[in-house]
């Protein structure tokens, strides 16, 4: 072989196989000037945006979503929805018939492009279902900034799914996904999945949005009201401006955000509050004896903020608002849309902080919740619960706040339907089957790393990886390299068992032998999933004696936790199917032993975990 082709075969691999090159995020600045004709339900817009290349390649397409032309008949989401009944998402059928078949064509969703522009020149655009194709007239090089200008009408879709008019509680309108976005840009290319009705992905995005609507309408929004005297609702008294058509306008201005969204009523109330070392909080609902939990979740929300902020890292905007619209709950850049009308505080709360801990796991943290559903949601479903004990404790004690969870995934694995974690989040077969790949196993994989290297080496992952990553858009590998890093484990085979693959976990106590100083007890992994192990005695005094013994594939060793000190033991080979060893207690000091008292081990069936000894 001659030196020319190995130098061109060493430089070909490297371009195969060799690593992510520098970090690099793309930035965007929205300019908008929107007209609703709220009698209508539609809107006209006009856009202005400024889009910077900083990635090392040049650019000759463009491409922007358009999320509203999914809510109509016959759209790919309403195809989705007949292919997925009854395993689907059941707010998107009824009656076994999907809700969007019946959209009538005048309440259809549509966002109609007149035109796009770049630098002054016209643009040949294509659209294709929920996404636009548009070719550049001058491509954009690394480095460089173009601008885009554009104009477009909007008919308001019925509410079906996060977006549209008149929601199932009366709120006019909730828009959000509601303008041409550009799509994200990275190392993987353009992020141009199709709406299906489940996640998101965007750059960046700096946002300067006047809103001319109604006067009588009250609106909430993600962002920085720039003009509240002007406006109804936020200014006791406030001098509301209009023009001649009635109309006022409203400013709202917000920096590095992924999305901005508002929503609309004209029987909004709007109540605000300071939360001390955090954000600006508003309230944007409808006040009635039916939501009158939001006046009680105030302190609850206040604290919310303070547990995640001291837990996770700093919240990083000057506002969040919780706005009453939408059809459940759903996350935006500084706000959620929520239904306003719950059976108890508890409940209300519970969305508040799910929909609130999404600003750090999506929206400051911001991975690709279309490719990596369970870095998202499941991050989030973790703050949701180790915040939610704390809010509002249990009534009978738990050894640790996920129990719930951890059952819920081990019963559902049995049904038979578990897909992978490492699905995207549109192409999961069964409803059910996404929710738990994407919010139990993405909240588990964080209870069993806390497992595995402790909790307090937990808590120092998560911090790190919230320094690290903060308003940047991070990555599995990037989470996972923080967890190493601090660890000094190896936790790669976790991490592919886990979101790869369903195989399970389940070890056994298989045998225990006493003897007349000592007892010999021997341990069977029976599942498919290696792990190490936390096994305890209670004695008869009530003292517990905790011993880990290590699996020789995390390389060193889990060093503290916060459920007792413990005896680390000689590890565990991976491919052994059995592991004895003995313990200086008798039959009868000991009243019960077993596998993991903490419950925090994933393992699917518990019935033969411990043994109460007689």
């Known amino acids: 072989m001659n030196r020319i082709l190995s130098v061109f075969l060493i430089l070909l691999t490297a371009a195969l196989y060799g690593q992510q090159g520098p970090y690099y995020q793309q930035q965007a600045k929205y300019k908008m000037e929107i007209d609703v004709d709220a009698a209508n339900f539609t809107y006209k817009g006009k856009q202005s945006l400024s889009y910077t290349n900083n990635s090392p390649d040049e650019l000759k397409v ?6 509203w032309n999914a809510f109509r008949a016959g759209s790919m989401m309403d195809q989705r929805v007949q292919n997925q009944i009854p395993n689907g998402d059941s707010r998107l059928q009824q009656n076994g018939v999907s809700r969007l078949a019946g959209i009538p064509e005048e309440q259809a969703g549509a966002q109609n492009i007149h035109w796009i522009k770049q630098g002054g020149k016209s643009l040949k655009f294509e659209v294709q279902e929920t996404i636009m194709k548009v070719v550049l007239a001058d491509p954009i090089k690394p480095g460089a900034t173009t601008q885009f200008t554009m104009e477009w009408d909007a008919v308001i879709p019925m509410q079906i799914r996060r977006s549209g008019r008149n929601n199932r509680e009366g709120i006019d309108m909730t828009m959000t996904q509601w303008f041409p976005k550009i799509a994200e840009y990275d190392y993987d290319g353009w992020a141009t999945f199709d709406y299906i009705g489940r996640e998101f992905h965007a750059p960046f995005s700096d946002f300067d949005v006047q ?27 406030a001098n509301v401006k209009s023009s001649a058509d009635g ?22 109330t709007v109540e605000q509050f300071t939360v001390l070392g955090g954000p600006e909080v508003t309230y944007v609902y409808q006040k009635s004896e039916k939501t009158a939990f939001w006046e009680q979740s105030k302190p609850h929300i206040t604290k919310f903020f303070q547990i995640m902020n001291a837990t996770f890292g700093p919240y990083q905007y000057p506002t969040y608002s919780f706005v009453q619209g939408g059809d459940g709950g759903m996350e935006y850049g500084m706000t959620t849309m929520i239904l306003g009308e719950h059976r108890s505080l508890e409940s209300l709360v519970g969305l508040m902080v799910h929909e609130g801990a999404h600003m750090w796991f999506q929206h400051m943290l911001a991975t690709n919740e279309s490719m990596s559903p369970w870095m998202d949601e499941g991050f989030t479903s973790y703050a949701e619960t180790l915040v939610m004990s704390q809010l509002f404790p249990p009534k009978e004690p738990q050894p640790n706040p996920f129990v719930g969870s951890l059952r819920g995934y081990a019963n559902f694995t049995k049904t038979g339907k578990e897909e992978p974690a490492v699905y995207l989040a549109d192409h999961h077969d069964d409803g059910r089957a996404y929710s738990i790949a994407s919010y139990v196993k993405g909240e588990t994989f964080l209870v069993q790393l806390g497992y595995i290297v402790g909790e307090p080496t937990l808590k120092l992952i998560m911090k790190e990886y919230f320094n690290q990553w903060k308003m940047k858009h991070s990555t599995g590998r990037d989470f996972m390299h923080i967890a190493q890093k601090l660890s000094g484990m190896d936790l790669k085979w976790f991490y592919h068992y886990w979101i790869n693959t369903t195989k399970t976990i389940d070890y056994a106590v298989k045998n225990v032998q006493y003897d007349v100083s000592s007892t010999t007890i021997t341990l069977q992994n029976k599942g498919q999933v290696p792990m190490p192990i936390d096994f305890s005695i209670l004695t008869r005094d009530n003292t517990v004696i905790n011993y880990h013994i290590p699996m020789n594939m995390t390389r060193e060793w889990k060093k503290n936790d916060i459920y007792g000190s413990f005896a680390t033991l000689p590890y565990w080979p991976w491919t052994q199917n059995e592991y004895t060893f003995t313990v200086p207690f008798t039959k009868e000091q000991i009243a019960a032993l077993g596998i993991d008292f903490s419950q925090r081990l994933a393992d699917i069936n518990l019935e033969d975990n411990t043994v109460e000894v007689k």
């Open 211 to 237: 809103i001319k609507i109604d006067k009588d309408y009250v609106i909430g929004a993600g962002g920085t009201l720039l003009n509240p005297g002007e406006v109804k609702g936020y200014v006791p008294g």
């Open 247 to 268: 109309k006022a306008t409203w400013k709202w201005s917000a920096k590095n955000l992924l999305d901005f969204a508002w929503a609309a009523d004209r029987d909004y």
């Open 62 to 67: 463009v491409y922007f979503h358009l999320y």
